[in-house]
């Protein structure tokens, strides 16, 4: 399963980036919202901070209104996936987008016929939101599985995307499940590095090692006589 950042922040990114593990990101207006900046700059220095799809949404709710937002906004970077919330409106604006060449995340999918009409539209990406479901009490796991048993039933080729995700598990189960991408906030993506037996490990590791500082020193020798030029 693929890993992207959900997040309107170039320095979330770019922090997260760094770690070499995000495969992509999504925006959506309320992320962008929080920030400083010209969204245009921010939605082109995400993609190239990920070097993958950057999902930027439409607000429009007419197809019309979707299809010229969306060419606009897959205008500002060849990463760009535009967004299009699950409506008959987006359903038309992705299947015109699609016909065009656009790569569409269809977002706000909580069923899996929601899921399988999106996926008839064309959407390369279906965003289901596990976070949401879950605030009311409908099991988030037992949706996502229908959903991706649905794609994957023959059906056409549109990855399952969960988004709205509020902890670590939620990106396992995700995983466990079949998805192809799941989307998380900088906040969630921190707490899937912690665990105190690998601290704990790094610590010992780390005290035995130094209660030998010969080694120290041949590890030191090692690294300079095999130091090759970093291309
Ligand atoms: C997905 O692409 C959305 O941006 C996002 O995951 C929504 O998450 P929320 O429910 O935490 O707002």
Request: proline share 5%; with cysteine.
């Amino acid at each position: 399963m693929k890993l992207f950042i959900d997040t309107g922040s170039v320095a979330e990114t770019e922090e997260i980036a760094a770690w070499g593990v995000l495969s992509g990101a999504t925006t959506n207006p309320s992320l962008l919202a929080k920030e400083h900046g010209d969204p245009g700059d921010i939605i082109r220095r995400i993609c190239e901070l990920v070097d993958g799809p950057v999902s930027a949404e439409v607000v429009s709710s007419e197809p019309e209104g979707m299809v010229e937002e969306g060419k606009a906004l897959a205008s500002l970077h060849e990463h760009v996936v535009v967004k299009v919330p699950f409506s008959r409106a987006g359903l038309a604006a992705t299947r015109e987008l699609t016909t065009h060449g656009h790569r569409v995340n269809m977002t706000l999918v909580f069923s899996a016929s929601q899921a399988l009409l999106a996926a008839e539209a064309g959407a390369t990406y279906v965003s289901c939101f596990m976070g949401r479901l879950d605030d009311i009490s409908i099991g988030s796991a037992e949706v996502l599985a229908e959903i991706v048993a649905a794609l994957r039933a023959g059906g056409p080729e549109s990855q399952v995307l969960a988004a709205s995700l509020r902890h670590p598990m939620h990106a396992v189960v995700a995983a466990k499940l079949g998805c192809e991408v799941a989307t998380a906030p900088g906040k969630v993506l921190r707490q899937m590095l912690d665990h105190p037996l690998t601290e704990a490990g790094i610590e010992r590791f780390g005290a035995d090692w130094r209660a030998r500082p010969e080694f120290g020193a041949w590890l030191e020798g090692l690294v300079r006589s095999g130091k090759v030029p970093v291309s």
